[in-house]
């Protein structure tokens, strides 16, 4: 087991659903420890910026205008495994697809609110924790 960090974005959906307690609690139960937490607007240039690898895709300009929408919760979380295992406890990213007891099979509504973000590889984690936390190195 090795021990990374990883990048989780409470979306606007999440935030409006005051799901933002039972969120940051499955984390801290799956021994992820909360590094650096943040609540704020994303915008516009920031979305396009952070959702840039998906510039080209047919989502791309309604996945920026969701994330624009409302206020989001940006946490570093640290532990083993910290990137698989955020998104196993994320599950799928359509929620008809979510397996039962994942945020997205109990919080999220469709493919576009579907609750939650988490950085999908080592590398990515370490460029959007410098995104969001330039202050954690
Ligand atoms: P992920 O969030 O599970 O990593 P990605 O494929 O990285 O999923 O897509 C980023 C976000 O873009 C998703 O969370 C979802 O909100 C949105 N998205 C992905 N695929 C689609 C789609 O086919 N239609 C609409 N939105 C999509
Ligand atoms: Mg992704």
């Known amino acids: 087991m090795s021990k990374e960090r990883t990048l989780s974005i ?14 940051l609690a499955r984390f801290e139960k799956a021994r992820l420890k909360i590094v650096g937490l943040k609540m704020l607007n994303l915008s516009e240039a920031q979305a396009r910026e952070f ?9 791309y300009n309604d996945l920026v205008k969701y994330m624009t929408s409302g206020t989001v ?27 039962a007891g994942t945020i997205r099979h109990d919080w999220a509504e469709s493919i576009d ?5 988490g950085s999908d590889s080592i590398e990515n984690a370490k460029i959007e924790i410098k995104f969001f936390f330039p202050e954690l190195g």
């Open 10 to 23: 409470i979306k606007p959906d999440g935030v409006s659903k005051n799901a933002i307690g039972d969120i």
């Open 51 to 59: 959702y840039a690898v998906h510039k080209e895709r047919p989502f």
């Open 73 to 99: 919760v940006v946490s570093a979380l640290e532990g083993d495994n910290a990137v698989i295992k955020n998104r196993e406890i994320m599950g799928a990213t359509d929620p008809k697809k979510a397996a």
């Open 113 to 117: 609110a579907n609750a939650v973000h």
